[in-house]
């Protein structure tokens, strides 16, 4: 009867270990100047939360964006350098409701830098 049981928990734990793997959150990176272009794309890394992979994918942005800046700039501007140019991350994970979209925090983060326009 005991061995049974020590089954059942390892069959428990195989599930578990089994369905946090699935949890992974993994982060690829594609080329805007390359746009389509799959043999540009790299994996960057797994990271454990969502929370974590968008915060990574975030300051790809960020990194791009403050660096392109120039006093007086417009937000269009900055963000069609970006999206010419930038590098594109995105998350793949069995977690539907993880998602990232650089393109539009790259158009938010013009407009928080630069202003919008009159």
């Known amino acids: ?17 089994k369905s946090s793997k699935s949890k992974k959150y993994a982060v690829f990176v594609d080329d ?16 454990d939360t969502c929370e ?12 791009f964006l403050t660096t392109g800046y120039k006093e ?7 963000y069609e350098g970006y999206t010419g140019f930038g590098e594109d991350p995105f998350i793949i994970s069995d977690d539907k409701s993880c998602f990232f979209s650089a393109w ?14 009159r």
Do not use: P, Q, W
Request: aromatic letters at 10%.
């Open 1 to 17: 009867m005991e061995s049974e049981m020590m089954v059942d928990e390892g069959e428990e734990t195989r599930r578990a270990k």
């Open 32 to 47: 805007n100047f390359h746009f389509m272009d799959e043999s540009e794309r790299y994996k960057l890394g797994e990271y």
């Open 52 to 63: 974590e992979a968008v915060a990574v994918c975030k300051k790809i942005v960020d990194d």
């Open 72 to 78: 007086g700039m417009s937000y269009k501007e900055l």
């Open 104 to 117: 539009d925090y790259a158009k938010k983060r013009s407009v928080e830098l630069c202003g919008e326009e």
